[in-house]
């Protein structure tokens, strides 16, 4: 995995007590007062919430309380959410804290909002210092804050919209260039977590998205997929410099760039080693209520939890779990 890490140990800095998320459709999580399908809380028409609001959100987990069908990622690497229902993040070991949206992008600076109350990356960051920061860190009824910055792990994947709406964009002179500025805003928009005193940073890469269903149809017709393998490298060098530029002007951070693309692209590569039977599409009753039990009836052989491609552009729960675990091995390599 890539790795950018400090010189110093991290044995008893107790990462992962609690984490925050920041994202796309691949991070969020659905709760009760979030956007149906959506949001954990709220969107950009309902931007702002007081604290009652936040501390009794819950994470909803039942069939569309990710992109996944299933639990996500940072539900499996917290154990937050995981369970079928309603869960309130105070009420877990490992607190989760997720205001990732579905659809987000970096900064409608780059492109286009998917809807007039998506919460794009820059302003879901605004939206946590501002209304939740406060709320999360002030002394609870039993004397502790509910978040401690020092404890906290802050993840971040992002980049998958903004790579699929500007593949084509011939408006764009180089991509590699349009990558960087858009990572180095990517970055800059951390500078006022750091200041609240969160410094222990994860961030995703690119999953292979040249290799999606559609993308495998139109490499069969000899047409070229969108994006490309190499619009998806260029993204991901981009990212990997980015990292150390903000590494560099924040020694005192702690930084991990976890290589999701490694990862990803093996278990395509080599799906029986994890139980995957169907890399190439998707079960076309995903998203019917009884798929768990009747997908037979919606023309799949295997159940959902063998295929990759959860749909067009998400892959499974499955798949999640199997990231989730690359990444706790790495975490625990990283934390001393």
Known sequence: MQRLEVDTDLTGIQLGICQIAF???????????????????????????????????????????????????????????????????????????????????????FIPLHHAYTISLVNQITQFTTYA???????????????????????????????NDSATNTSIASFPDFYTTLLSRTFSSLQPLISLGYKNYIILNL??????????????????????????????????TQALHFREKNPETNVLV??????LSHILDFPQQYGILNTTDFCPGYDQPDIGTAYGEYGCPTPLDTYFWYNSGHVTSAVHGILAEGLERTLMGWRG
Not at 140 to 152: E, H, M, R
Not at 215 to 234: G, I, M, S
């Open 23 to 109: 994202g796309d459709s691949y991070t969020y999580v659905q709760g009760t007062h979030g956007y149906p399908n959506y949001s954990f809380i709220g969107d950009q028409l309902n931007y702002a919430y007081d604290a009652h609001t936040l501390l009794t959100d819950k994470i909803v987990q039942n069939q569309t309380g990710t992109s996944a069908g299933g639990p996500n990622w940072v539900e499996f690497l917290t154990g937050c959410g995981l369970k079928e229902g309603l869960t309130s993040p105070i009420s877990c070991t490992k607190q989760l804290w997720d205001f990732a949206f579905a659809g987000a992008g970096v900064s409608a600076e």
């Open 133 to 163: 920061h406060d709320v999360l860190t002030s002394p609870s009824p039993k004397g502790s804050p509910i978040v401690d910055p020092s404890a906290t792990l802050t993840a971040l994947w992002i980049g998958i919209n903004d790579i």
């Open 207 to 240: 999953p292979p998205l040249h290799r999606t269903p559609s993308n495998q149809a139109r490499a069969l017709r000899n047409e070229t997929p969108t994006p490309t393998a190499t619009q998806v490298e260029q993204f991901n060098s981009a990212l990997s």
């Open 258 to 263: 976890f290589n999701a693309h490694a990862i």
